[in-house]
C-alpha cells in the first residue's frame, strides 16, 4: 500500500489523491498538520533528498518568511 504525505488543502496533493482513488490504487493519506512528520520517514527523505527538496519555497508559508529565517534554514 502506498503512503501519500502531505497537508489535506495542497492542491497538488488533492490531485495525488484523487488520481489514485480514481486508479483504485490502495493508498493511505498521512496528514502532516493532524500526524506530524514521522522523525525515521524525515531522516530518510533528508538523507535522500536533501532538505531543498523537501521545503517548499514556493508556499505562502516560505514566502511569509522574513530574509533573516529563510538565510537560517
Same mark, same amino acid.
Given at each position: 500500500m502506498i503512503i &501519500?504525505? /502531505?497537508?489535506?488543502?495542497c492542491? $497538488? =496533493?488533492?490531485k495525488a489523491r484523487a488520481w489514485l482513488g480514481a486508479q483504485? =490504487?490502495?493508498?493511505a493519506f498521512h496528514d502532516f498538520k493532524k500526524h506530524g512528520v514521522p522523525e525515521a520517514a524525515?531522516?530518510?527523505?533528508l538523507a535522500a533528498l536533501g532538505w531543498?527538496? &523537501? =521545503?517548499?519555497?514556493? /508556499? $505562502?508559508t516560505w514566502r511569509g518568511l522574513d530574509d533573516?529565517?529563510?538565510?537560517?534554514?
Open positions: &501519500l504525505y /502531505g497537508i489535506p488543502n492542491d $497538488t =496533493v488533492k483504485g =490504487v490502495a493508498h524525515l531522516d530518510a527523505w531543498e527538496a &523537501l =521545503v517548499n519555497r514556493k /508556499g $505562502t533573516a529565517t529563510r538565510a537560517a534554514v
